[in-house]
């Protein structure tokens, strides 16, 4: 590594791993830098470029911030939600950012203006999870009401409604659904699927064409709060209480469980190559892990010095996977360098 490199904390895909592979099972980090938001971080997102940071925030303020990633400088913050914002995501050209919120509603945002250009309202409860299709014409929507919401950007029209009807007992009008609030959703990377997960303890995978449930994953105790594909579709993870499980996509089985967390794993993310993952969990921690053998890379802490708020909502991997993001319930939102990684696997 060249000088230059080491200072910007630049490394090659392929160091990293085997950078973080050296490090002993629960090692210890310290963020590059902590970058404060004006309220507790619920969400964070980089665009596709790398360049930007998006952060999701409530309590008191309600809105998303934008963070120049290169300088940690709060570019734009956007009001519009009238309450606690829980998820934030780029489209995938980085054009637009999508919201959700507690007031139930979810938001399009132009990316460069910051201008708010659409609102989708329909939802009867929060909207916990947001997530474009890849080829950045859906976005779909999990909620507390118990439904999953397909929307038409373009029009703002709801092209599906997955619902459970709790009068019937009968799936309503046609597409079965969870019968309880869902935390999470995600599109397969082909664009064909999407998977949610849900305070019922599943995980569903439904046909983006028409709206079928088209499997049904059973294997946690407890309720599913995140779920992610890999970026070659082949695998899924999803995080409840404490627990991580891997899936094959090929076949729906459980091929891996992760122990190691205290309390709810609230986010999951993959490297770019596959082969880490990192996990967000309310017992303020993040861990890295080796996804082909389970075993526990790395644990980084959260920034605060009180215990109280030491809750960790959400975490990302830029683009190029060099640097790791995490938001939490203390206003912090830590970026972890590729490069403290690299000088703590070499002492």
Known sequence: ????????????????????????????????RTLVATDSVSSVSFSPNGKTLASA?????????????????????????????LDVTFSPDGQILASGSRDRSVKLWDAASGENTATFNGHTDEVHSVAFSPDGKLL?????????KLWDITTGKTLFTLVWDVTSGENSPR????????YSVAFSPDGRTLASGSADKTIRL??????NNVATLRGHKWYVYTVAYSHDGKMLVSGSD?????????????????????DRVSSIAFTPDDKTLASASWDGTVRLWDVATGKNLATVSASTAIPSKKLIYSVAFSPDGMVLASGGFDHAINLWSVDIVARKAGQ
């Open 1 to 32: 590594m060249t000088t230059k490199q080491a200072r910007l904390g630049i490394l090659l895909p392929m160091s990293l791993l085997a950078a973080i592979s050296s490090l002993s099972c629960g090692g210890q980090l310290g963020a590059q």
């Open 57 to 85: 925030s409530g309590f008191d303020h309600n809105v998303v911030q934008l963070w120049q990633v290169a300088s940690g400088d709060n570019t734009a913050t956007l009001t519009g939600h009238e309450e606690y914002v």
């Open 206 to 211: 439904w046909d983006v064409a028409n709206g």
């Open 140 to 148: 779909a929507s999990g909620s507390w009401d118990k439904s999953i």
């Open 242 to 262: 404490k627990e991580i499980l891997l899936w094959d996509m090929t076949t729906g089985r459980n091929i891996s469980t992760l122990n190691g967390h205290s």
């Open 175 to 182: 597409f079965p659904d969870h019968w309880n609030s869902v």
